[in-house]
C-alpha cells in the first residue's frame, strides 16, 4: 500500500500538498457524495494550496464531481468543501472568486469568443464587460479570432476560450475540468504553458485528467481519485516511484495469446502468466516494462492485439491504465 492509503486507513484526513504553515485555499474534509445509488465520491479529504494541482483517475472515478462540488454546483451528501476559507454552500460572494471551465462543450456555437466570454462578464456584474472580456481574451491569446463564432474554432481554440470565459472575473481559484481531453499535441502544450502561468501567478487551479502524461506536465502535484476514493495525494514523482514498486494484474487480448504468452513469459519482471481463452492473464512488478515489450513481442511474431487492459482498482493499475493511453 502506498503511505497516503495508510494514511487514510488510520482514518486520517490527506493533506495534500500544503506546506504546514501554507495557505490551504481549497479544503475537502471528509466529502462524499452519492446519486441515489451511485457512490461517487466516498469519504475523501484533501488540502491544496496555491498553484497548479492536477486530479488524475480514469473515466467514472468521481473527478468532475469533486470539481463541481468545489465550484458550488453540488452539495455534498457528506463533509465540508471550503474555498479560500469560506464554506463553498450558499456563499455567492464566493463565486466571484472562482473560475469554472466545464467539461462540456459551449453552449451557444453561434457566439463568437468575444460575445461569449462578455456574457460571462455580463453575468459577474463586472462595471466594464468589454474592457474586462477583451483583457482576458489577450490572456489566452485569442484576440485575432475574437471576433468569430465559437462553432467554428478548433477543440483547442474553444478550450481557450472557456478558459477566458472563466478568467473574466480574475478568480483567484480556477477550476478545469479535462480541458485537454481531444486537443492536438501542438494545442496541449499551448494550453499547458496558459495553465501553468496562471498557477505561477498565484492562483489555484486544479485540472483534472485521465491520462497521465498530461499531469506530469501540468502539475507538480497530484491527487489520484479511483471508485470516488482518493488513493494518492503528493509528488508526483513520488507517487509514480511508489506504484513502480507494486505488482499489477493486466489481461492481453490477442489473436494467438498461447504464443504470446510463451514469449512474454521470459519477460524479467513478470510474476506470472495464464492463458485463458483469447486472454492473456499477467501479473508483473514493472508494468511500463510489459507495455512496452508487449507490442514488441507481438510484432515481431505477427500476434494482432485486440486489447490490453489493466485488471484491478488499486492506484498502480490506475496507472497502469492512464500510462497505457
Ligand atoms: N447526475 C448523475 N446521476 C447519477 N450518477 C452520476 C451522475 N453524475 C455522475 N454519476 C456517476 O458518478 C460516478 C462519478 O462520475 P464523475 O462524472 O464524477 O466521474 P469522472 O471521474 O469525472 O469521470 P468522467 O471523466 O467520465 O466525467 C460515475 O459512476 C458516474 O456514472
Keep these: 500500500m502506498v503511505e497516503v492509503e495508510q494514511q487514510a486507513e488510520e482514518q486520517r484526513p490527506v493533506a495534500g500538498f500544503v506546506p504546514p504553515d501554507g495557505p490551504r485555499t481549497i ?24 498553484g497548479v494541482t492536477g486530479l488524475l483517475g480514469p473515466n467514472g472515478a468521481g473527478k468532475s464531481t469533486i470539481l463541481k462540488m468545489l465550484a458550488g454546483l453540488l452539495t455534498p451528501s ?10 463553498v454552500r450558499a456563499n455567492p460572494g464566493l463565486y466571484r472568486r472562482v473560475g469554472l471551465v466545464p467539461e462540456q462543450e459551449v453552449v451557444y456555437p453561434f457566439l463568437t469568443g468575444r460575445e461569449f466570454v462578455r456574457l460571462n ?38 478550450q481557450r476560450i472557456k478558459v477566458a470565459a472563466a478568467l473574466v472575473h ?16 501542438l494545442q496541449r502544450l499551448q494550453l499547458i504553458k496558459l495553465i501553468r502561468s496562471l498557477g505561477a501567478e498565484g492562483r489555484t487551479v486544479i485540472v483534472s485528467s485521465h491520462i497521465l502524461h498530461e499531469v506530469e506536465r501540468l502539475a507538480d502535484q497530484i491527487l489520484v481519485l479511483v471508485n470516488g476514493k482518493l488513493a494518492a495525494a503528493g509528488d508526483y514523482r513520488a507517487i509514480r516511484d511508489k506504484i513502480d514498486e507494486h505488482a499489477r494484474r493486466v489481461r492481453v487480448r490477442a489473436d494467438d495469446a498461447r504464443t504470446l504468452a510463451a514469449a512474454l513469459i521470459r519477460l524479467p519482471a513478470l510474476e ?12 508483473t512488478g514493472d508494468v511500463r516494462d510489459l507495455y512496452r515489450a508487449v507490442p514488441k513481442v507481438a510484432r515481431e511474431l505477427g500476434i494482432r492485439l485486440y486489447e490490453v487492459t489493466a485488471l484491478d482498482d488499486s492506484l498502480a493499475s490506475v496507472f497502469a491504465y492512464v500510462t497505457a493511453r
Design 121 to 158: 462578464a455580463i453575468l459577474q456584474r463586472l462595471p466594464d464587460p468589454d474592457a474586462a472580456a477583451a483583457a482576458a481574451i489577450a490572456r489566452v491569446e485569442m484576440t485575432a479570432a475574437a471576433d468569430r463564432p465559437v462553432g467554428g474554432y478548433s477543440k483547442g481554440m474553444r
Design 272 to 283: 506470472s502468466v495464464r492463458v485463458d481463452g483469447d486472454a492473456v492473464l499477467i501479473e
Design 27 to 50: 479544503e475537502v474534509t471528509e466529502v462524499s457524495k452519492w446519486y441515489g445509488d451511485v457512490v461517487a465520491v466516498s469519504n475523501v479529504s484533501f488540502a491544496i494550496g496555491p
Design 170 to 185: 480574475e478568480p483567484e481559484v480556477l477550476i478545469l475540468d479535462e480541458p485537454l481531453t481531444g486537443t492536438d499535441p
Design 78 to 87: 457528506m463533509g465540508t468543501v471550503r474555498v479560500l476559507g469560506e464554506p
